[in-house]
């Protein structure tokens, strides 16, 4: 079965600075990943997908995640917060040829301080 | 092209009654997927339907169901209503099935049990 955990119910940051969400996930087979955004009274938006053409995505935003296997990891990450950027953010895994859906963290509310 | 659109956007039904809502896709997009969100369980996959057929189906008691039509719309239907099925109801559309393909979500349908 895969999981994904996502650490931090709540993170806050200053407008400018480096945002940092982590993902760890387990998976019995290589997976997808993927980072979506979520903001008041909406839908998610994907934000970007791993999906071992290359370890580093870019996304949408100027987010970006970074795939490391050895630690089971999926980290976003943004240079400089922007007071938009405030919502929830959740981390989803789909290894399960599709057959099971997405599975999602429970995400990680992103708060910005001015 | 437009977005999913889900109807209603909020719904009020009281314990032991049903309800149906509903989901039409992208223009072009023939997998539609259906998922729960409540503050407790999070994003819990409900069911994935591709070409009018159930292609999947979550760990979700037999009241949950649902249908998928020929122009790809989908409904999904919860009979006996139960105060703990108070909940967003997402679903998202892709052009394909199975895993790795991009979902789309809609806004959403909130449904409050009394």
Known sequence: ?114 | KAGVTQTPRYLIKTRGQQVTLSCSPISGHRSVSWYQQTPGQGLQFLFEYFSETQRNKGNFPGRFSGRQFSNSRSEMNVSTLELGDSALYLCASSFFAGENNEQFFGPGTRLTVL
């Open chain 1, 1 to 114: 079965a895969q999981s994904v955990t996502q650490l931090g119910s709540h993170v806050s940051v200053s407008e400018g600075a480096l945002v940092l969400l982590r993902c760890n996930y387990s998976s019995s087979v290589p997976p997808y990943l993927f980072w979506y955004v979520q903001y008041p009274n909406q839908g998610l938006q994907l934000l970007l997908k791993y999906t071992s053409a290359a370890t580093l995505v870019k996304g949408i935003n100027g987010f970006e995640a970074e795939f490391k296997k050895s630690e089971t990891s999926f980290h976003l990450t943004k240079p400089s917060a922007h007071m938009s950027d405030a919502a929830e953010y959740f981390c989803a895994v789909d290894s399960g040829g599709g057959a099971d859906g997405l599975t999602f963290g429970k995400g990680t509310h992103l708060i910005i301080q001015p």
